[in-house]
């Protein structure tokens, strides 16, 4: 069983940056792709970025591409989000999730095995 915990999220003005942490425990960190997801009141949750174990391919949702980086460090266990130019549409709970799957599709949510328990970020224009 694989826990995974977000830190990081705050109010920030637009134009801001935040950086997001997910810490992941009881699993091989390593082993995993990994992904944020984010939802806002009333919307859909939707795929904001994803690193890809196998290759360590990057992918970006394209409202967030040019602003927001993916990154992991697997020594300590943890996976980043770099969030700059933080615009109020940008204003959601952001997840973070992990699989162990090859060869699939990181930007379905239905691909991910754990999820943790969100942060929230809002931002004020």
């Known amino acids: 069983q694989v826990q995974l915990v977000e830190s990081g999220g705050g109010l920030v003005q637009a134009g801001g940056s935040l950086r997001l942490s997910c810490v992941a425990s009881?699993?091989?960190?390593?082993?995993?792709?990994m992904g944020w997801f984010r939802q806002a009141p009333g919307k859909e949750r939707e795929f904001v970025a994803a690193?890809?174990?196998?290759?360590?391919?990057?992918y970006y949702a394209d409202s967030v591409k040019g602003r927001f980086t993916i990154s992991r460090d697997n020594a300590k266990n943890t996976m980043y989000l770099q969030m700059n130019n933080l615009k109020p549409e940008d204003t959601a709970v952001y997840y973070c999730?992990?699989?162990?799957?090859?060869?699939?599709?990181?930007?379905?949510?239905?691909?991910?095995?754990?999820w943790g328990q969100g942060t929230q970020v809002t931002v004020s224009s």
């Open positions: 999730a992990v699989t162990a799957r090859l060869f699939v599709a990181l930007t379905e949510g239905s691909t991910y095995d754990y």
């Open positions: 009881g699993g091989t960190f390593s082993g995993y792709s």
């Open positions: 690193i890809r174990r196998e290759s360590g391919s990057s």
